[in-house]
């Protein structure tokens, strides 16, 4: 399950968690429809990793995909999350100033 809450015009506080047992429900559909596949035939899996990053997620560690533009933009997820402490140390600055 993935959140966010809009907190200003720029500023989103992300979280990702196991959805609840009700979420699940929720989600199902009630009925399956007869649907074309959702993978294509060509993609091979055969040597993929089942739950690779679920260890992360219990850790508490999100795992966020960039957009290639902006991922693009820094040389490794260090630089990243100095970015993003920047930023956020000034959005709180923002936030102190006009409260």
């Known amino acids: 399950m993935v959140a966010h ?5 720029t500023i989103r506080r992300i979280s ?4 609840t047992q009700g979420e699940r ?3 199902k559909s ?4 007869e649907q074309e596949p959702e993978m294509r035939a060509e993609y ?3 040597k993929g990793v089942r739950g690779k990053y679920a260890k992360r997620l219990l850790e ?3 795992i966020l995909l960039l ?9 490794d997820s260090k630089t990243v999350n100095d970015a993003l402490r920047a ?8 936030v102190k100033k006009a409260g």
């Open 5 to 9: 809450k809009e907190q200003s015009d």
């Open 16 to 19: 990702a968690r196991l959805a």
């Open 67 to 75: 957009d290639p533009d902006v991922a693009g933009l820094f040389p």
């Open 87 to 94: 930023l956020a140390r000034i959005a709180q600055a923002r």
């Open 44 to 46: 091979d899996f055969s």
């Open 60 to 62: 508490g560690r999100n």
């Open 30 to 33: 009630p009925e399956k429809k």
């Open 25 to 27: 429900k929720i989600m």
